[in-house]
């Protein structure tokens, strides 16, 4: 967990001056943890011992130890492939690279798996499901293809879905037809990007609802988004994998079958008809015809989604 989830999530009983010192920290995170306990203590406007019962309560013995797993933390978030290449070289050379890349990756599912808690991914669903307006999927470099792999899926299974798709600065105008009434999906990973921050901060300031899908370290974005959802991203590579991200939305689409399947089935089958009658697949058409019997119904399987 990152000191910003355990900030933000902390069980703990906080005095109202301790709670003060948790705000100024989430409010300009990670900056506002880097400088001296006393210029922190004085942002809170508490006393230097009020920080260090706070450090203590969070199971770190003094303040620079916070400072050290800060730091770390904001190294993590800023490596680059450049820089990973000598960290993550394969510990298990006879195993294989590709193998091993296989076990890093399972590892991650894992994680993601386990520290991802249903509630979760029951509120992300509402989100997608309840939205009144628009459904935007938006997101970075790579990120990107997974807010279009979600966005394909969606459609199927609501209206008013959109995929903003490479943002580019004509995107921003989007912005304008956005509002309460509206849900902003957006996928920010490690090394977080710039315009894809800024369009959702504008978006949350419009009263746009935010649904982020991160890593451990957490975007920028997840400082005002109204649900995160975080997946493990670390491979044996010096590349960050990408097949958490991709189960997690399956994850996701799944609960939404569970739990809307029998109102979801109608707009796939009359999907499925619309696909037949173009003969958009190949079980469609001409030659699907030629084999089907004249009382057959070609309808979808139970709360089964087509990527076609």
């Given at each position: 967990m990152s000191i910003r989830e355990e900030l933000a999530h902390t069980q703990l009983a906080?005095?109202?001056?301790?709670q003060k010192i948790v705000l100024v920290l989430l409010a300009d995170?990670?900056?506002?943890?880097?400088?001296?306990?006393?210029?922190?203590?004085?942002?809170?406007?508490?006393?230097?011992?009020?920080?260090?019962?706070?450090?203590i309560k969070l199971g770190y013995g003094k303040f620079s130890d916070f400072q050290s797993k800060l730091l770390e933390e904001v190294e993590s978030r800023l490596h680059s492939p450049l820089l990973m290449m000598e960290a993550k070289r394969p510990a298990n050379a006879s195993e294989g690279t590709a193998l091993g890349y296989y076990n890093s990756v399972a590892e991650s599912l894992?994680?993601?798996?386990?520290?991802t808690p249903s509630q979760a991914y029951t509120r992300a669903v509402s989100m997608i499901m309840e939205a009144r307006g628009q459904v935007?999927?938006?997101?970075?470099?790579?990120?990107?293809?997974?807010?279009?792999?979600?966005?394909?899926?969606?459609?199927q299974l609501r209206s008013g879905v959109r995929d903003v798709e490479q943002l580019s600065p004509s995107d921003f105008d989007v912005?304008?037809?956005?509002?309460?009434?509206?849900?902003?999906?957006?996928?920010?990973?490690?090394?977080?990007?710039?315009?894809?921050?800024?369009?959702?901060?504008?978006?949350?300031?419009?009263?746009?609802?935010?649904l982020l899908f991160s890593d451990p370290w957490l975007s920028p974005i997840a400082e005002f988004a109204d649900q995160t959802m975080v997946a493990a991203i670390d491979a044996d590579s010096p590349?960050?994998?990408?097949?958490?991200?991709?189960?997690?939305?399956?994850?996701?689409?799944?609960?939404?079958?569970?739990?809307?399947?029998?109102?979801?089935?109608?707009?796939?089958?009359?999907?499925?008809?619309?696909r037949s009658t173009n003969a958009v697949t190949l079980d469609g058409g001409d030659d699907a015809e030629r084999t089907r019997s004249p009382g057959d119904r070609i309808s979808p399987p139970p709360a089964a989604v087509s990527r076609s």
């Open positions: 906080l005095t109202s001056a301790e995170y990670p900056k506002s943890g880097l400088g001296t306990a006393t210029r922190l203590a004085r942002l809170a406007g508490v006393s230097d011992p009020t920080v260090m019962r706070l450090m894992d994680r993601t798996r386990t520290q935007v999927l938006l997101g970075g470099r790579f990120s990107r293809h997974i807010a279009s792999m979600l966005a394909g899926y969606l459609v912005l304008i037809d956005m509002g309460k009434r509206d849900l902003l999906v957006v996928f920010d990973y490690r090394r977080y990007q710039a315009d894809v921050v800024s369009f959702a901060r504008q978006a949350h300031e419009r009263g746009v609802a935010i590349f960050d994998t990408l097949a958490t991200p991709v189960a997690q939305i399956e994850a996701v689409l799944a609960h939404a079958l569970g739990l809307h399947g029998a109102s979801i089935r109608a707009r796939i089958e009359d999907i499925e008809a619309i």
